[in-house]
């Protein structure tokens, strides 16, 4: 019986009082800490480091009804997601731009300009706010600051991989529009230091203005696979290989990794085939083949699952997304299975979550089942709770009803304290557990 969820005020308060407390408490030399070799140190966005945190603690239950509107509309740009281009646009799209999860430090220029930059692995290209930019944040780049910088011509080839290029006397400049918001952009090129590795010439879009209600607080560093990403423009540096390993929400200093290259990744891991569909070209799409509830698989019919290059569907690894959505088909049995091994307790919801308790419960483990691997999530990974604990909600949701998704998205809070490997070159993805924080 599901019923709705009872005030969460009396125990809202904790949680709050959490990330106040840790944002009083962190050591403020933890956060200017240098990044070191190939790797670089990654925050959560609500982390003690990150400047674009609360200004005020909100509550546990805003938290996640914030959370989940950033999820719907980064679920509603993958359904837009056309098969007219297979090189998603810089900028692309103002769901992507208003809800970076994770955050990573790059310096910009010459003398370099520390810059706080969402990891997205849905996305290519980067882009930054620059001086004089209207509309946008506070935190910007100033190119006259830089010996280095640059802006491309319109005959650059470069130019040639944005949509709609257009030419303002001789710089390539894209202006872009998202709803009720438009980014005007420079096509430019700067140095960019990843840790300790330089990479002179780097392209990305230099935003000039930003209008709208998804004014994009700092900038972004894609790493799909297109040709403006950051694997393209560093192969020879990087062999299109990266890993990440994210921090958990709870996690006092909220510290994860990205490691660049192939040098420094783990030995033993095991890995499923990564899938390219060139419709969707920058999207990294794994085989999944089946879930688990405890040691019981779960009946799901296969055309849930499967990978479809016409119309899209299929199963993907997202960075940006928060909480897992699967297909309705996939998610009502996996949520029926769930709730039959808690027991015959009183479900509640919340949001877009409908499996939530207001008492303890023993949840069972969920494993996602692909190719050559089975990854088996913890409580951690699939349950949020306050931090009184007094209300649990299982951590995944079928897709909204006002979204036409045929993705299965696997979302980074289940990807949390694992070291996810993207291994390109020998289209495969590597997945083990690990303590990230």
């Not at 959490?18 to 925050?43: E, I, M, W």
């Not at 008492?359 to 913890?378: D, E, H, K, R, S």
């Not at 349950?383 to 209300?391: M, R, V, Y």
Request: aromatic letters at 8%.
């Amino acid at each position: 019986m599901a019923t709705a969820l009872p005030s969460l005020q009396p125990l809202l308060v904790s949680l709050a009082l959490l990330f106040l407390s840790l944002a009083q408490g962190l050591n403020p030399k933890y956060c200017d800490t240098p990044d070191h070799g190939s790797t670089l140190r990654v925050f959560h966005v609500y982390s003690p480091c990150s400047p674009f945190r609360p200004s005020e603690p909100i509550s546990w239950e805003e938290s996640v009804l914030q959370m989940q509107a950033k999820d719907q509309a980064r679920l509603q740009y993958f359904s837009s997601l056309v098969a007219v281009k297979s090189v998603v646009p810089i900028a692309s799209g103002r769901q992507i731009i208003q809800s970076p999860t994770y955050i990573v430090k790059a310096n910009i220029g010459t003398p370099p300009q520390t810059m706080l930059m969402a990891l997205d692995t849905s996305n290519d290209a980067a882009w930054l706010p620059c001086t004089g930019c209207v509309g946008c944040s506070s935190t910007v780049f100033a190119p006259a600051q830089s010996t280095t910088f640059k802006t491309l011509g319109c005959q650059a080839d470069q130019c040639k991989q944005v949509p709609n290029p257009t030419c303002y006397g001789s710089a390539c400049g894209f202006n872009l529009t998202y709803g009720s918001s438009t980014v005007a952009a420079n096509l430019s090129q700067d140095t960019i230091k990843l840790a300790i590795d330089q990479v002179p010439g780097y392209t990305f879009g230099c935003i000039q203005k930003a209008t709208g209600s998804s004014v994009p607080p700092q900038g972004l560093l894609g790493l799909g696979r297109g040709p403006l990403s950051l694997l393209s423009q560093t192969q020879s540096l990087y062999q299109s290989t990266f890993s990440y390993c994210l921090p958990s929400f709870k996690s006092l200093n909220f510290s994860g990794s990205l490691r660049l290259g192939p040098i420094g990744q783990p030995p033993k891991i095991k890995y499923t085939q990564l899938l390219k569909n060139p419709r969707r070209s920058s999207l990294y799409y794994v085989n999944m083949i089946g879930i688990k509830v405890g040691r019981e698989v779960v009946d799901i019919p296969q055309s849930a699952l499967a990978f479809n290059t016409v119309t899209g569907a299929g199963t993907i690894i997202d960075s940006g997304t928060v909480f897992t959505r699967l297909v309705q088909p996939a998610y009502i049995p996996v949520r029926d299975a769930f709730r039959k091994r808690v027991g015959n307790l009183t479900v509640s919801s919340l949001g877009g979550f409908d499996t939530c308790y207001t008492v303890p419960i023993v949840a069972p483990t969920i494993t996602f089942m692909f190719t050559g691997m089975n990854v088996t999530l913890p409580a951690d990974n699939i349950l949020i709770h306050s931090t009184a604990g007094s209300t649990t909600c299982l951590a995944m949701a079928a897709a909204p009803d006002n979204v036409n998704s045929v993705l299965n998205v696997i979302a980074n809070m289940q990807q949390q304290n694992h070291r996810v490997l993207f291994d390109v070159p020998n289209s495969r993805l590597g997945v083990a557990r690990q303590f990230c924080s």
